[in-house]
């Protein structure tokens, strides 16, 4: 059975639909973050370029003003392309320009418009044309699997399911030996009920991110858990909400965007420190994040804090830590990349000494790091947020306390269960 076959349902609970012919007049303008994230003063350190984004969601259209030059139709390896550039949904479309779109024409602009994308279709609920359609789609195992043996250093994920998936979790596994960084949605199920985030979002070695709005407040649907590592935008702004590629839709919100934006950031540093593992990538992401509580008391709801990839690029001497030790080890439930650096170097020296006791955790620890359920998938709501948590970011000049109903900090500072 398919894994993840109905779990996204509606791209959008709701939206407003630009008229025919006015596809991008405001487009930019209401990418309210690009400002405040210093976005132009971040491309003239760096822009994305020579980084690969394996984006593993419903297809992805090259042909839209934004991706025109930007995807990488060739690269998806043969035994996952099927249709890859057929979105069948625009949702990963519009994850893609959200990453790497060059705003052409006043579309949407890529918070890293050098990132190149890697097309992965999988079938995320939307998909039409019957079983033989389903069986020829690539299940997300083997697109994970797949990408994580390619040179793309981000693996991009904007979906999920409620229950651990073991094949993925099998595939994200390896995919985090290979040392790539894998980041997904947290999940869409933040009004239902607390401690409920998605899978692969959910799995250890996987960045879980949630939504912010513009007042900088998680997202009333970003779901909440142990596994919300960082927060990212990912509501008030436009994407593709349906096939035709005619015109944007207004407020297309959900933890999607927000994943999409993580992995933009995590590009732009990456391309600036191209030596740098995904260790000191991911460390960086986690060090420089907004926040009021302590690094040391991640919040169930926004994580570490709000994503600055600025921080980082704007200082050339910035230190990144270890190279080989994991700073989400503790969430992670051990350092895979240090087990294998030690394993190889045990095996190339012929020594039979064992790799350090810190390893990959199994299925069965899945849960530690992740909760009890929910979903990751694309938009949600079109309210704003208040009640979920609060973010102190410095973003350029701009300094920002929302101060949410009562007991808002707080709420924010709540200890993670681990």
Request: hydrophobic share 40%.
């Amino acid at each position: 059975m398919r894994a993840v076959g109905a779990v996204v349902g509606a791209l959008v609970a709701a939206t407003v639909g630009f008229a025919p012919g006015a596809v991008a007049d405001d487009v930019q303008s209401k990418q309210w973050y690009l400002g405040p994230m210093q976005a132009e003063q971040m491309w003239k350190v760096s822009t994305g370029e020579g980084v690969k984004v394996a984006l593993i969601d419903t297809g992805v259209n090259a042909d839209t003003p934004s991706l025109k030059g930007q995807v990488l139709t060739g690269e998806t390896p043969k035994s996952v392309a099927y249709r890859s550039t057929v979105d069948y949904e625009g949702h990963g479309t519009t994850m893609a320009e959200l990453i790497a779109g060059t705003g052409a024409g006043g579309s949407l602009k890529g918070l890293a418009p050098g990132v190149k994308i890697v097309p992965y279709r999988i079938e995320l609920g939307g998909l039409k044309g019957g079983a033989e359609e389903k069986k020829k789609t690539p299940e997300p195992e083997d697109a994970i699997r797949a990408a994580a043996d390619t040179d793309a250093k981000i693996l991009s994920m904007s979906f999920g399911e409620m229950a651990p998936m073991p094949k993925v979790e099998e595939a994200v596994k390896y995919a985090a030996s290979k040392g790539k960084l894998l980041i997904a949605a947290v999940g869409n199920e933040g009004r239902t009920s607390r401690d409920n985030i998605g899978y692969p979002a959910g799995f250890p070695y996987v960045v879980g991110i949630a939504s912010a709005d513009k007042s900088l407040t998680v997202s009333k649907f970003s779901s909440s858990g142990n596994s919300v590592d960082l927060s990212a935008p990912g509501q008030g702004f436009p994407g593709w909400c349906d096939a035709s590629f005619r015109s944007y839709c207004d407020d297309v919100n959900g933890t999607s965007s927000a994943a999409a934006i993580a992995s933009g950031a995590a590009a732009l540093i990456w391309s600036a420190h191209p030596d740098w593992t995904v260790n000191q990538v991911t460390r960086a992401l986690v060090d420089t994040a907004g926040r009021t509580w302590s690094k040391n008391d991640p919040s169930k709801y926004a994580g570490y804090g709000f994503i600055r990839p600025r921080l980082v690029l704007e200082n050339p001497s910035y230190d990144a830590g270890s190279a080989h030790v994991d700073p989400l080890r503790a969430e992670n439930g051990g350092d895979l990349l240090a087990k294998s650096a030690a394993s190889s170097t045990s095996s190339s020296s012929s020594s039979s000494s064992s790799a350090p006791s810190s390893s990959a955790s199994t299925p069965s620890q899945a849960p530690e790091k992740g909760s009890t359920g929910g979903t990751s998938a694309a938009g949600s709501s079109t309210e704003s947020s208040n009640d979920n948590s609060t973010l102190w970011v410095v973003l350029g000049a701009v300094a920002a306390v929302v101060v949410v109903g009562g007991g808002g900090v707080a709420v924010a500072r709540a200890r993670r269960a681990r």
